[in-house]
DNA sequence: TAGTGGTCTAGACCACAAA
DNA sequence: TTGTGGTCTAGACCACTAG
């Protein structure tokens, strides 16, 4: 079942890395090297390219890091056998997203006001129930219509600072990348029947089916915050590649 | 505002390319560089890591592909002003996100046959209205409960061999896989009340909020198919960094 | 243990964009 | 114009692992 794949006569044209990976893919999207197959080594290719086992290494090691090949020491490189390919999601700051789709952003906070966390958000952040956390509730406007409803509980013991902060003038997000710049992030996302609070200040009706985007993000060991992130109904979360 | 960096003194330890990278990034979301800040040059960096321009750019165009930096020739690298992280979503074989989390996986085919496009359909696929293409619904099962249902549409025009294949024995995914190998996809993900045909094959009562993920693909400037799936209530895509 | 990929060096030329 | 990153070469040694 799993061949090793051969190459026909050598190319002599000028070639760069970028071109190699191009003429692999080929290879394998055209189905001429299937999943599982063996890939000539390094060192065959970069003969067959006339290029040296740097640059044919920078290709191959480009397409392995997309998913397309595996490769191993003393093992070879194969055609992915299950080739997972990944779509990026880009997770931007919040008033960036509605700025890029060329609207006017704005917002408008809700609440911001200091209590013990609730017993879920406490495992969420990896604190002690009773702990004494942020609230933060803002509602973010696209050209004046509301676009996503915020709600985030901050963890004061990671970033006791945020009490200090104007809040009013720079959006949260904009503080925490300044002053506890994102290292490790969990990403959730979900559909849900709208909470009230949600539908209150999207303007839509209450259980209409919502997007939410829920994120834990983390920095030097500690938990520094837990966001809900709600859509209007009409939102959709675009990738691809 | 934007201050170019300097280093301290040199290091002599032996260094590689990750050492670099990880000691870059650690200036970075520690605050010592901040966004929009210079960052020196290669040779100073080589300099001062006792090593070769090369090895500095294989870390610098890491960091900058993960978006931590933005390089230009002849302006330099800089801290990257508004870091768009990515969280990667992975594009997984249908039965594999199943297995993958421990379930035994399963599959129904509800309905195979073809008929003519409809206008939506036709202009996501980017094909005439009214032209043949090949319908496949199926529910996907987790340790033999309902999963996901997935709803396809595919362009015959693309992909005419799939009339010849036994769906019931090979999941269309894994056809697809072998003999149409994605080369581009846009993803959308929304959340809508399930409509009828979702909700029954769910087992849930209609009109309850559902993930649902759209898919179109592409191969050779060729759009393949349309594939809508919609998931159980409670089910989450889990991604992050 | 031997063969493969992973990495580094020291140098060179080129492409691009800022001054 | 000129300084910066982008790329390539030819060679070397090392790390991992399949046989």
New interface residues.
Partial sequence: MTTTNRLSSPLTAPVNWQMIRADVLER??S?KW??GDGVPKEADLAAHYGCTRSTVGRALRDLAQAGFLERRRRGGTIVAA????????????LG?AIRKAGHAHDFRVIRAETGPAQQDEASALAIAAGARVFRYDALHLADGKPFQFESRVLNLLAAPEILQADLTQMPIDEWL???R?????????????APQAAALHLAIAPDT????VRRISW?RQKSIGLLHLY?Q?????????
Same sequence: chains 1, 2.
């Fill in positions: 394998i999207q189905g299937q999943p299950n080739p997972v390919r990944k779509a990026p999601l880009e997770v931007p700051i960036d990348l300044r002053n710049p994102l290292e490790r992030v969990t990403i959730e996302i979900s559909a849900i029947a089916p919502v997007l939410l920095a859509h109904p009409d939102h959709r979360i675009r990738t691809g590649f």
